[in-house]
DNA sequence: CACGAGACCTGTTCGC
DNA sequence: TGCGAACAGGTCTCGT
């Protein structure tokens, strides 16, 4: 499901608390469960539920597109990948079928990682920096500057899209938001990267950061049964509007396949002088 | 180094 | 209505 956007709507929630969800931060594990072992990439079932129990949430962040409970000793990572997605719950509630790992907290609360597709993954390490350590820069860091990103762009030469899709490029796009990002951006999604100009560079990071900020205002993005709560899918302009007119020229909207994703552009806007 | 194919998975929607 | 195919917000590994 979810790209920068969604996770960072889904962090604030479990971090600030809302009318309906309690805050985490404060309270601590008091027990653990692990529903299918997949899903917990280290340490061991056994490991894991030993060393977490007992350690107070002290912080929830986002990095990319995981998310980052600071523990008492222990950093614990969640990836949510395709459909992922964690819900607070009274710990005496019934356990669901896509349930995947459940932390028992205080005031008898759970929190469930629910993954139909159970690609999501789990960490509990010493060192976050194990996991993220090959992660590329936060796209809406302000001290992430065009021309940092047009020296990357040109040290490579790859098709664009897949490009900012490369996690180790930069964190946090997914399928969604660089569609969305590069129409605004009017860049063809199989320019080479090494193609780009700086004015273009600049202005690809410039819709990059509208494109996650409108995201993020929305709370992200909610396409089918796989996590609620955000409307931007209601103001897409190229994503999954395939056959529908371009918001700014009227063209039909095109659907290629780039990188094996189903990619969304305008043949005209997006021509790329190509 | 860049790219495509295949794997990991289940649920929903599409097309005949 | 029914049923198989296609498709889905992600990432990894392998072969060319």
Same mark, same amino acid.
């Given at each position: 499901?979810?790209?920068?956007?969604?996770?960072?709507?889904?962090?604030?929630?479990?971090?600030?608390? *809302?009318?309906?969800?309690?805050?985490?931060?404060?309270?601590?594990?008091?027990?653990?469960?692990?529903?299918?072992?997949?899903?917990?990439?280290?340490? *061991?079932?056994?490991?894991?539920?030993?060393?977490?129990?007992?350690?107070?949430?002290?912080?929830?962040?986002?990095?990319?597109?995981?998310?980052?409970?600071?523990?008492?000793?222990?950093?614990?990572?969640?990836?949510?990948?395709? *459909?992922?997605?964690?819900?607070?719950?009274?710990?005496?509630?019934?356990?669901?079928?896509?349930?995947?790992?459940?932390?028992?907290?205080?005031?008898?609360?759970?929190?469930?990682?629910?993954?139909?597709?159970?690609?999501?993954?789990?960490?509990?390490?010493?060192?976050?920096?194990?996991?993220?350590?090959?992660?590329?820069?936060?796209?809406?860091?302000?001290?992430?500057?065009?021309?940092?990103?047009?020296?990357?762009?040109?040290?490579?030469?790859?098709?664009?899209?897949?490009?900012?899709?490369?996690?180790?490029?930069?964190?946090?796009? @997914?399928?969604?938001?660089?569609?969305?990002?590069?129409?605004?951006?009017?860049?063809?999604?199989?320019?080479?990267?090494?193609?780009?100009?700086?004015?273009?560079?600049?202005?690809?990071?410039?819709?990059?950061?509208?494109?996650?900020?409108?995201?993020?205002?929305?709370?992200?993005?909610?396409?089918?049964?796989?996590?609620?709560?955000?409307?931007?899918?209601?103001?897409?302009?190229?994503?999954?509007?395939?056959?529908?007119?371009?918001?700014?020229?009227?063209?039909?909207?095109?659907?290629?396949?780039?990188?094996?994703?189903?990619?969304?552009?305008?043949?005209?806007?997006?021509? @790329?002088?190509?």
């Amino acid at each position: 499901m979810p790209e920068l956007p969604e996770v960072e709507t889904i962090t604030r929630l479990l971090r600030q608390g *809302s009318d309906t969800a309690p805050r985490l931060v404060g309270l601590v594990v008091r027990d653990a469960q692990v529903f299918w072992e997949r899903t917990l990439e280290t340490p *061991s079932i056994g490991e894991f539920r030993r060393r977490i129990t007992g350690q107070r949430i002290r912080d929830i962040r986002r990095r990319g597109k995981f998310i980052l409970f600071e523990l008492t000793t222990d950093t614990l990572l969640i990836h949510l990948r395709m *459909s992922g997605d964690l819900l607070v719950e009274a710990a005496s509630s019934p356990i669901q079928p896509l349930h995947r790992l459940a932390l028992y907290l205080d005031y008898d609360l759970r929190l469930a990682f629910n993954d139909p597709r159970k690609f999501g993954r789990v960490w509990l390490v010493t060192d976050a920096e194990i996991v993220l350590g090959s992660l590329g820069p936060e796209p809406l860091e302000p001290d992430f500057t065009a021309g940092e990103l047009h020296q990357r762009l040109v040290s490579h030469r790859r098709q664009l899209k897949p490009l900012l899709l490369d996690q180790s490029f930069l964190a946090g796009l @997914g399928n969604i938001y660089a569609d969305e990002a590069l129409h605004l951006a009017h860049l063809h999604p199989q320019t080479l990267s090494d193609s780009l100009s700086y004015p273009q560079s600049e202005r690809l990071l410039q819709s990059i950061r509208t494109i996650l900020q409108e995201g993020i205002r929305r709370n992200g993005a909610s396409i089918d049964w796989v996590y609620r709560g955000g409307d931007f899918q209601n103001y897409f302009r190229v994503y999954q509007r395939t056959g529908e007119p371009c918001p700014e020229c009227g063209t039909p909207i095109h659907r290629i396949l780039v990188g094996q994703r189903g990619t969304h552009y305008c043949p005209i806007c997006q021509d @790329g002088g190509r």
